[in-house]
């Protein structure tokens, strides 16, 4: 499998390379690690995938790959790559897959902290809290598109099948 990644977001391409190789290890994956920092290096990460016959793509998290889910979708169906990323806009626009923590949850925690700072706590005496809803999408076209037969446990499983 191969795993696209911006190097110049040191922090979150540190992390998921980390947690990434660790998985993979785990399940007996060889997995290649590509950069991609600006939009010309996004085409060549792609033609790179094709180049290594990588099984899937996996798009790491950060600004820009985030910023650049319509393109990077786009690709993934031109290069007919199966690809999972973090955001439903992605599915939204052509990709395979997203899984990843709810942004409404995130939001809905983040909400709360600002509620009891607005109340008097001290932010330093607050817990440190995350959101714990995972939320998947599935977008059923691309995997046909792809010949991916999507097991009926995973579809019913899904929070979206987008079609």
Not at 5 to 25: C, F, H, K
Not at 148 to 162: H, M, N, Q, Y
């Amino acid at each position: 499998m191969a795993v696209l990644v911006d190097a110049n977001d040191p922090g979150t391409a540190d992390i998921t390379t980390r947690e990434l190789q660790v998985a993979a290890q785990s399940l007996g994956l060889r997995t290649h690690f590509l950069n991609a920092s600006t939009e010309r290096d996004l085409d060549a990460a792609f033609k790179k995938v094709a180049q290594i016959e990588a099984g899937g793509l996996v798009i790491g998290a950060g600004v820009f790959l985030a910023s650049r889910s319509k393109q990077l979708a786009a690709l993934a169906v031109r290069h007919a790559v199966p690809t999972v990323f973090e955001s439903r806009e992605f599915v939204a626009s052509g990709g395979l897959a997203s899984y990843s923590g709810s942004l409404a949850d995130s939001y809905r925690l983040t909400g709360i902290y600002a509620g009891r700072v607005l109340k008097g706590e001290r932010p330093g005496a607050l817990p440190v809290q995350q959101g714990t809803k995972i939320e998947l999408f599935i977008n059923l076209k691309t995997a046909k598109a792809l010949g991916i037969t999507v097991p009926p446990p995973l579809s019913a499983r899904a929070d979206e099948l987008i079609e």
